[in-house]
């Protein structure tokens, strides 16, 4: 059986609360070649 080597398996991404804020985060992720993963929030009592 093969060893696998330690690291990331999957880059997380949470709670982001804006549209432009999760592109730029993927976009920086992107670069690593890993799975993504991302979760926003949304705030129902906001002016957004």
Known sequence: MR???RGADVL???T???KEEV???VAGA???GLPIVCT???DTH???
């Open 3 to 5: 060893r696998r080597q």
């Open 12 to 14: 997380w991404i949470e």
């Open 16 to 18: 982001m609360p804006s």
């Open 23 to 25: 592109v730029a985060a």
């Open 30 to 32: 992107a670069t690593s």
């Open 40 to 42: 926003m929030s949304f």
């Open 46 to 48: 906001g002016s957004r």
